[in-house]
């Protein structure tokens, strides 16, 4: 996600076009026909009509759903996820009551009894300051906005590197090697997982082992080396990004501290096997909301969230 946002001045996350993901049922029961639409040969493509004769807007395309579940929806959707954040900013971008600012980030804040001044810095050396009625943090896994609020974290003790590996540009060559589209392998001598990431794109994830270092394994014929076992060569493929990542599983008990709060990975880690990290990050703000809006009305008492585990994240 993006440095940071404030739902009273409008500010979003900067989109970061690096991932691949999957929607699971929960995240895309709303709609998920428009989350994920027959396959076409390109990523996304503009629909000019919908089944009642509307104008709809461009979607992502999928490349494997995993069927259809008992409730009607599709089991997985995965999509290349950058598509999607592209939709999303470009649609952000046009209205009228949000503004968009690139290359901003906070450094510091001083919270009042209705407002929060947040002292901000680009990435040329300006400063200015912001005051908000509320700012949520959606900074991602390093959070500034967390170590404001410095909230207990509940943590699964799963802290393993990894090595990404998104590929583009596959050719039949490649694409015959990929069955099943899905794969978690639970192999000691190197885990590894394998997912579809859109038309003509493919995600893989190695385990960095004891005996090897991030900067190994990441290097440029390694890459290429782990890959040649599945049938992936320069010739049929593209690396279009590697890098090595610390995957985690651990949240945050508290989300709140007064008008500060968090969303996404900022509050909660999760390894990135299922692809799920977008569409928990998507659920929270739809979760922040219809909650911002109720508790903006004079009318409205403070609410508490309790937590499946019966904890508080007021």
Not at 20 to 48: L, M, Y
Not at 56 to 82: D, E, I, K, M
Not at 199 to 222: I, K, Q, S, V
Request: contains cysteine; aromatic residues 8%.
């Amino acid at each position: 996600m993006g440095q940071w946002s404030s739902s009273n001045a409008r500010r979003v996350p900067i989109p970061c076009p690096e991932r691949c993901t999957s929607t699971t049922r929960s995240a895309a029961s709303c709609r998920a026909s428009d989350w994920c639409p027959t396959p076409f040969p390109r990523s996304w493509r503009p629909t000019t009509t919908s089944t009642n004769g509307a104008p709809r807007t461009a979607r992502p395309s999928c490349v494997w759903t995993g069927g259809p579940s008992p409730s009607g929806w599709n089991v997985s959707n995965f999509f290349h996820q950058p598509d999607l954040e592209l939709l999303l900013h470009g649609k952000v971008s046009n209205l009228s009551n949000v503004s968009v600012h690139h290359g901003w980030q906070a450094t510091g804040h001083r919270e009042g009894p209705d407002a929060v001044e947040l002292r901000l810095e680009s990435a040329e050396g300006a400063k200015t300051t912001l005051r908000t009625r509320w700012v949520i943090g959606a900074d991602g896994a390093n959070s500034i906005v967390r170590s404001w609020i410095d909230p207990p974290m509940s943590d699964l003790g799963y802290f393993h590197d990894w090595l990404v590996v998104d590929l583009a540009s596959c050719g039949a060559d490649a694409h015959r090697h990929f069955t099943p589209p899905a794969w978690q392998l639970c192999d000691p001598a190197r885990p590894t997982t394998l997912v579809p990431g859109g038309p003509g794109r493919r995600r893989f994830e190695f385990m960095c082992l004891e005996h090897e270092t991030p900067a190994a394994l990441a290097a440029h014929d390694n890459v290429w080396a782990l890959l040649a076992p599945w049938g992936i060569t320069p010739e049929n493929s593209a690396v279009e990004r590697s890098a090595v990542y610390t995957f985690q599983a651990r949240w945050c008990d508290r989300w709140r501290r007064g008008r500060l709060l968090l969303a996404g990975d900022a509050a909660h880690l999760t390894p990135p096997f299922a692809g799920e990290g977008m569409g928990s990050g998507l659920r929270d703000a739809t979760n922040l909301a219809w909650k911002l809006d109720l508790v903006t009305r004079p009318s409205c008492p403070w609410r508490t969230k309790r937590s499946p585990r019966g904890g508080s994240r007021r």
